[in-house]
């Protein structure tokens, strides 16, 4: 098992592997040791893992923004001494990545964004959240909020896909709440044209939290982006395709490499 630092500014990390930096950020209501799949990458890449602020291990509870948990990560990274470096984030972690690279554009080398977003109307806003928080309320006594999310985010249904989300999964309800709040109010409709870094866009074809469409929005408005869609997935590609999804990262690194 591999053992998490602290970082000074109290974020838990995993750190560990060999080769170009590249960060992985979990989405809203995960932990970082939801990137277990992704763990064989170690082969080619340094891997730094975090507790997103409130998640995990994490005990800072204050200030739940995107904005902040972008910045728990550069004080990370800068920290560890780390540049420059690839950027994976995932969901609610694509929206922070996309953040990153707002506070901070010369510490991306890449982007990729699997299964997230960049913006919400207005016309949905209200009817997201109060729909998702009453719904996640209304379970919090009854002990099937995770089911819940779970029937949510995943296209498979069976003991071991379940099982593998039931671990990766554990949200605290306050924290999930302003999470998705936060989330909510991300608007970066004139962030994406300005992106300059390669960029890849991953969604899950049978999404049904955050649409393929949105993405394929997104890949229009980031220019020179790569946009994938992987057949039979839901929202979490990584768990449901973990090979077809490692081999992506891969070669779209491996690009990167050959390009540098």
């Not at 998490?4 to 809203?28: D, M, N, Q």
């Not at 709040?181 to 939290?209: A, F, H």
Request: charge should be positive; glycine fraction near 6%.
């Amino acid at each position: 098992m591999i053992e998490a630092k602290i970082s000074k500014t109290g974020i838990p990390y995993l750190r560990f592997g060999k080769g170009e930096p590249f960060v992985l950020i979990h989405g809203l209501g995960e932990i970082k040791e939801g990137w277990i799949h992704q763990f064989e990458l170690s082969q080619y890449f340094e891997l730094i893992i975090p507790d997103l602020r409130g998640h995990g291990e994490c005990n800072k509870t204050e200030g739940i923004t995107i904005q902040n948990f972008a910045a728990d990560i550069i004080l990370l990274l800068n920290e560890l001494n780390i540049k420059n470096t690839h950027i994976l984030g995932l969901s609610m972690g694509g929206a922070v990545a996309q953040e990153i690279y707002r506070q901070s554009p010369s510490i991306c080398r890449s982007l990729i964004l699997a299964s997230s977003f960049h913006y919400f109307p207005k016309k949905f806003k209200k009817w997201l959240f109060e729909n998702r928080k009453a719904k996640f309320e209304a379970l919090s006594s009854t002990g099937k909020q995770t089911e819940y999310l779970a029937r949510m985010a995943l296209y498979s249904w069976n003991d071991e896909t379940v099982s593998n989300f039931n671990q990766l999964f554990r949200p605290k309800q306050d924290i999930f709440i302003n999470s998705l709040k936060s989330c909510l109010e991300v608007n970066n409709l004139s962030l994406l044209r300005k992106i300059k870094i390669p960029t890849l866009i991953i969604g899950g074809q049978y999404d049904s939290v955050l649409p393929v469409w949105i993405q394929a929005c997104m890949h229009k408005q980031i220019p020179h982006s790569k946009f994938v869609i992987i057949r039979n997935t839901g929202h979490l590609a990584k768990l449901e395709a973990k090979d077809h999804f490692n081999l992506l990262l891969r070669s779209f690194l491996g690009q990167q490499a050959v390009a540098g």
